[in-house]
């Protein structure tokens, strides 16, 4: 019989495995660029820093490319993230003058495959019973990451930053190396902060994290707290300049004006005319179960994980022999703490857009999953609660 530890392991590593095999097979089929992941704004973006010598883009010249010959068109660019991950491209094509973007995929697909391995290696590290451990190895299927990952764009970067931060905080929350697993989570701080939502998901997840655990920063040297401060210093500082230079950290281009006003007769996907915050707001959340315009179960792990937060807050269990995880605990709060207080920026930022715009494109899913490893583990972790609930009466 197989011990179920491994066991576990066996069904978390088969999940990242099929998991590599479906995201390849859905490249494959996907030419370059693909337009639904923004691909070809991503891909532009890179190429406009390098035909025109710049480091940072002039956002009010700053154009569509044809992928193929390399040249400009005459479609505005509405990507307008800072240059921060574009400048790794960069600095690759200054050595490597011969890559060309199917490169440039091949790359974020190696920073999405190191992200899910990560991801794997996080089941591992919680030692789930199999009932979870299966659970958590569905959870990017039921999500349908294999349909959206290893596209090029700065999503691959930040989810590895996110999934970097999530394993470091379970070291942090079990006392092993603290200041080994702050350095970590700040570097995984800063990969995420390559995109705004990954800066504010992951930071405060981060910061969440810390002040769960102050008497551990008590403990760390104080190399580590330069190290952080240097951190946030960096993270911050290309949002400081945009909102100087722009007057918002996320910045309303000429480039995104233009896909506004060509979407003004997009189909609305059921929007009414004019809608009041609280009807709109409702709109906006249900958005986030229609990501892929396809037949989906998104909204099946939303409502898992909000239950499970549920779940963990007001349910105990009371077998003798069930010891509850504080790690996973904390990591509830953290994610949950984290991800209401980005939701409610998001749903701010994303209102002012449909009051002055009518726009209703902003209910992506895609931004929250940087922390796609804190949300498997604590739906997991749940799992394994509610399971010693069950078996309460005959402890």
């Not at 931004?367 to 399971?387: C, D, K, M």
Request: with cysteine; aromatic share 14%.
């Amino acid at each position: 019989m197989i011990r179920q530890d491994r066991a576990s392991a066996i069904i978390l590593w088969y999940g990242f495995l099929v998991l590599c095999l479906l995201t390849l097979q859905n490249l494959e089929q996907c030419p370059i660029p693909f337009k639904a992941i923004d691909e070809q704004g991503h891909i532009s973006y890179v190429l406009h820093l390098i035909q025109h010598h710049r480091w940072w883009p002039d956002f009010s010249q700053f154009m569509m490319f044809d992928i193929a010959k390399h040249t400009e068109l005459g479609d505005p660019n509405y990507i307008n993230h800072p240059p921060t991950f574009y400048w790794l491209m960069k600095l690759a094509h200054s050595v490597f003058p011969w890559w060309e973007p199917a490169h440039y995929r091949t790359f974020t697909l190696v920073l999405y495959l190191l992200a899910m391995a990560l991801y794997t290696r996080i089941g591992l590290k919680l030692a789930m019973p199999i009932p979870a451990s299966i659970l958590f190895a569905l959870m990017p299927f039921s999500l349908y990451m294999y349909l959206q990952i290893g596209f090029f764009n700065n999503d691959g970067l930040c989810m590895l930053g996110g999934m970097i931060a999530t394993w470091a905080s379970v070291r942090w929350f079990r006392g092993e190396q603290p200041a080994r697993a702050f350095l970590w989570m700040a570097i995984g701080l800063l990969f995420a902060s390559v995109k705004l939502t990954g800066l504010l998901l992951v930071g405060i997840y981060v910061f969440s994290c810390l002040m769960q655990r102050r008497s551990h920063i008590r403990t760390l040297p104080r190399a580590c707290l330069v190290v952080g401060i240097a951190t946030m210093l960096l993270c911050i500082a290309p949002y400081i300049y945009l909102a100087l230079t722009f007057g918002s950290p996320a910045p309303t281009t000429p480039g995104q004006l233009a896909l506004i006003r060509e979407c003004v007769g997009c189909p609305t996907q059921g929007a009414t005319v004019h809608m009041a915050f609280i009807e709109w707001f409702g709109f906006f959340l249900a958005g986030f179960a229609n990501q892929l315009s396809v037949a989906e179960i998104t909204l099946l792990p939303i409502l898992l994980y909000a239950a499970s937060l549920v779940l963990l807050a007001f349910v105990r269990p009371c077998p003798a022999r069930y010891t509850p995880d504080t790690a996973l605990r904390a990591i509830a709060i953290a994610s949950a703490t984290a991800t209401l207080i980005t939701l409610a920026f998001h749903a701010a930022f994303s209102w002012q857009r449909y009051r002055d715009y009518g726009w209703i494109y902003d209910s992506i899913l895609r931004y929250y999953l940087p922390l796609i490893g804190a949300y498997a583990a604590v739906t997991s972790h749940a799992l394994t609660h509610w399971l010693a609930i069950k078996k309460a009466p005959h402890a």
